[in-house]
């Protein structure tokens, strides 16, 4: 089976969650016009790669879903990853000025305006999780899993937790096994998720999710080490955000610690064991494998 290619599983990543998320938008800049809606609609529409959506979508018909309705899905994971964007550019974070290609929420609006919105899209993100499990006609125990798998994604177990252990740890230099355990849980625990919860919205069995997660756990880690090679080797304008972030902030990085080309073979090694989870498992996805490539040699 030939696979679309890269740009082809985004941009219709981007087709299906985008049109929901400007709905969502629309509403909210409406309903609270004379207060944070406009702010909101900023961030939660703004243009992102919708790779996590990609992932979502890829991981559901790897088992045989075949509804439109699974864009919901896509574009709850992405709202979660949204609002930790707004959060992790305020100047208490990553102190950015630049995100998609765009002035961050903070300094569009205000700093107590983009901490508010970056709190209430976590409510935001639960509703469009409901309503599409109601519209893929789902159990309600299938709701119920795919908010546990969401929510303790982007948690204290998962997200925010490595973002407050990579926090605590500006001032040293962390050592692999450190490093690994910040971002499977900042930045991999939030892509391991896109593929369960599309194995969720799939009624996958629990061979098939095992193997989701697994595949999702190696290519959200890929992502970031994929990650710290651009922030070395891209430019402001390729990223849409501020490259040499992780120099100035004089961040532990898999690049500091294994070099340009040590990262990207890394990053290739963890998108191999992803594939490898797959093919145990008897899942034929030329999708997601095209995605699990696209994550380590992407140029933004
Ligand atoms: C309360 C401690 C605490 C944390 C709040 C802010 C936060 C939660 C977590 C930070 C998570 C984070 C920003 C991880 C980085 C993940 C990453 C590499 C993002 C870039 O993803 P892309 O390239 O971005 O897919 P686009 O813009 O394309 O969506």
Redesign the pocket.
């Known amino acids: 089976m030939q696979s679309p290619s890269a740009d082809t599983l985004l941009s219709e990543a981007r087709t299906a969650t985008d049109a929901l998320l400007s709905e969502w938008s629309a509403t909210l800049a409406e309903r609270f016009a004379g207060g944070d809606g406009p702010a909101i609609a900023y961030a939660l529409a703004s243009p ?5 959506a990609a992932l979502v979508l890829a991981s559901y018909r790897a088992v045989g879903g075949d509804s439109p309705a699974i864009a919901g899905i896509a574009a709850a994971v992405e709202t979660v ?1 949204t609002y ?2 707004v ?2 550019d305020l100047p208490c ?1 990553d102190d950015d000025d630049l ?2 290609g765009r002035a961050t929420t903070h300094r569009a609006f205000d700093v107590p305006t983009a901490t508010r919105v970056g709190y209430m899209l976590v409510p935001v993100a639960a509703m469009v999780l409901s309503r599409a499990a109601r519209d893929l006609r789902l159990k309600s125990t299938s709701l119920g899993r795919m908010a546990e798998t969401l929510f303790q994604a982007g948690g204290i177990e998962g ?2 937790g490595g ?2 252990m990579d ?1 605590e740890a500006e001032q040293r230099v962390l050592d692999l096994s450190e490093l690994t355990a910040v971002h499977r849980g ?2 991999g625990a939030l892509i391991q998720s896109a593929c369960v919860l599309g194995g969720l919205a799939g009624e996958a069995t629990a061979t098939q999710l095992a193997a989701l997660s697994g595949f999702g756990e190696e290519i959200g880690l890929a ?2 080490v994929a ?1 710290d090679v651009l922030d070395v080797t891209g430019t402001s304008d390729e990223l ?1 955000k501020t490259a040499g972030r992780d120099e100035a902030l004089q961040k532990s990085t898999f690049v500091r610690l294994m070099g340009v080309e040590g990262a990207r073979r890394e990053a290739a090694r963890l998108a191999h064991r992803a594939i490898q989870h797959l093919d145990n498992a008897g899942i034929a996805s030329p999708s997601l494998a095209t995605l699990a490539d696209y994550i380590v040699s992407r140029r933004s």
């Open positions: 992102g790669k919708r790779v996590r990853h930790s964007l959060h992790d974070m995100r998609r997200m925010v973002q407050w926090l900042k930045t992502f970031q990650d849409g």
